[in-house]
T-cell receptor
Framework: KAGVTQTPRYLIKTRGQQVTLSCSPISGHRSVSWYQQTPGQGLQFLFEYFSETQRNKGNFPGRFSGRQFSNSRSEMNVSTLELGDSALYLC?????????????FGAGTRLSVL | AQRVTQPEKLLSVFKGAPVELKCNYSYSGSPELFWYVQYSRQRLQLLLRHISRESIKGFTADLNKGETSFHLKKPFAQEEDSAMYYCALSGGSGGYQKVTFGTGTKLQVIP
C-alpha cells in the first residue's frame, strides 16, 4: 500500500497570504489528523477528521482550518499567514481514528513564511 | 487537559549501555500511550504502544499509572537506535483521537 502522501513538500509564502496543504491517507484509512511541528513547541495537534467531520481540534486560532473529502483526502488551510506559522506540517492517517489507533505519518510540508 | 512531558532533550549513551527515555503524562481518564520514533531523514513512525505490551527492537515500555509514567527502556543500546523519540498520549472526546506529543528526546548512541 502506498503511504501517506503530502503535497507540496515545500512552500514559501509571504505574510498575509493564505496557503492550502493537501494530504492523501493510506487507502482504507478514514481518519486524518494534522500536526504542526516546530523546534520550540515540538508536535502540536491541529485537528482530526473522519468521514468529512472534524471530531477534535487543538488550540490554534481560527486562521487554521481544514476539511476532508468523501475519498478521505484532506486539506488544511491557513489564512493571513504570520511569520510564526513557519513550520513543518505533518499529516497522519489511521483506520478509524479511535483512541489507540496507530497513526501513519506523511513526510510533511515545510512552510516558510517571509 | 492532557499533557506529556519528556524532560530530556538529549540523551547520550555509549553503545552497549542501558537506555531509559523518560515520559510522564497528565490525563484525567484512562490513557492510551505510544512511543513514536523518527530516524534521520525518515518519517515519524510507531515504535510501540502500551496496549500491545510488546518489545520492539529490544525496547519496552511499562505504563505506571501511580507515577503517571511511560518510560522507554532498552538494556543494551545500539548505534542504529540513534534517533528522535516522542512519547504520545491519545485522549480526546467521544473516544476519538486527540494526540498530544511530548517535545521529544534525541537519543545519541556513541560507538
Amino acid at each position: 500500500k502506498a503511504g501517506v502522501t503530502q503535497t507540496p513538500r515545500y512552500l514559501i509564502k509571504t505574510r498575509g497570504q493564505q496557503v492550502t496543504l493537501s494530504c492523501s491517507p493510506i487507502s482504507g484509512h478514514r481518519s486524518v489528523s494534522w500536526y504542526q511541528q516546530t523546534p520550540g513547541q515540538g508536535l502540536q495537534f491541529l485537528f482530526e477528521y473522519f468521514s468529512e467531520t472534524q471530531r477534535n481540534k487543538g488550540n490554534f486560532p481560527g486562521r487554521f482550518s481544514g476539511r476532508q473529502f468523501s475519498n478521505s483526502r484532506s486539506e488544511m488551510n491557513v489564512s493571513t499567514l504570520e511569520l510564526g506559522d513557519s513550520a513543518l506540517y505533518l499529516c497522519a492517517s489511521s483506520q478509524t481514528g479511535y483512541r489507540g489507533n496507530i497513526q501513519y505519518f506523511g513526510a510533511g510540508t515545510r512552510l516558510s513564511v517571509l | 487537559a492532557q499533557r506529556v512531558t519528556q524532560p530530556e532533550k538529549l540523551l547520550s549513551v555509549f553503545k552497549g549501555a542501558p537506555v531509559e527515555l523518560k515520559c510522564n503524562y497528565s490525563y484525567s481518564g484512562s490513557p492510551e500511550l505510544f512511543w513514536y520514533v523518527q530516524y534521520s531523514r525518515q518519517r515519524l513512525q510507531l515504535l510501540l504502544r502500551h496496549i500491545s505490551r510488546e518489545s520492539i527492537k529490544g525496547f519496552t515500555a511499562d505504563l505506571n499509572k501511580g507515577e503517571t509514567s511511560f518510560h522507554l527502556k532498552k538494556p543494551f543500546a545500539q548505534e542504529e537506535d540513534s534517533a528522535m523519540y516522542y512519547c504520545a498520549l491519545s485522549g480526546g472526546s467521544g473516544g476519538y483521537q486527540k494526540v498530544t506529543f511530548g517535545t521529544g528526546t534525541k537519543l545519541q548512541v556513541i560507538p
